[in-house]
């Protein structure tokens, strides 16, 4: 399977991670693979490769956001900040923080608790 940096169509499929990303309440959080599940596989792209490159091009695509997107909401599998530059991920826990969600002496956030359920509006 080849390394794919990014979907066939970026632009189309940045916008789709972002019209959902947009849905993400106050106080939630979701995956990159979370959101990665709520999207078809891209045209041109098979089941298998989406599996394998889904949540990579979604982070990608939540790290290109444009400013009314709440990039914030989203986090790892684990419910950790994933790692960028020290800037933007201690920018990330304070909007976080200021939205109400906690974070436990390791640095992740309780899945139970501050994960959104993924219902569209």
């Not at 394998?52 to 709440?70: K, T």
């Not at 200021?98 to 959104?116: H, M, Q």
């Given at each position: 399977?080849?390394?794919?940096?990014?979907p066939p169509d970026?632009?189309?499929?940045?916008?789709?991670?972002?019209?959902?990303v947009r849905q993400i309440p106050r106080g939630k959080i979701a995956s990159f693979g979370q959101i990665a599940k709520m999207l078809p596989?891209?045209?041109?792209?098979?089941?298998?490769?989406?599996?394998e490159f889904g949540a990579l091009?979604?982070?990608n695509a939540v790290s290109a956001s444009p400013n009314d997107v709440p990039w914030q909401r989203v986090v790892n599998s684990k419910g950790e900040i994933s790692e960028r530059d020290g800037v933007a991920a201690r920018r990330q826990r304070l909007l976080l923080q200021d939205e109400g969600v906690a974070f436990n002496p390791r640095g992740r956030i309780d899945l139970k608790k501050y994960a959104w359920n993924g219902k569209l509006k």
């Amino acid at each position: 399977m080849p390394q794919l940096a990014s979907p066939p169509d970026p632009e189309t499929f940045y916008a789709e991670v972002w019209e959902i990303v947009r849905q993400i309440p106050r106080g939630k959080i979701a995956s990159f693979g979370q959101i990665a599940k709520m999207l078809p596989p891209p045209a041109g792209v098979d089941a298998d490769t989406y599996t394998e490159f889904g949540a990579l091009w979604v982070s990608n695509a939540v790290s290109a956001s444009p400013n009314d997107v709440p990039w914030q909401r989203v986090v790892n599998s684990k419910g950790e900040i994933s790692e960028r530059d020290g800037v933007a991920a201690r920018r990330q826990r304070l909007l976080l923080q200021d939205e109400g969600v906690a974070f436990n002496p390791r640095g992740r956030i309780d899945l139970k608790k501050y994960a959104w359920n993924g219902k569209l509006k």
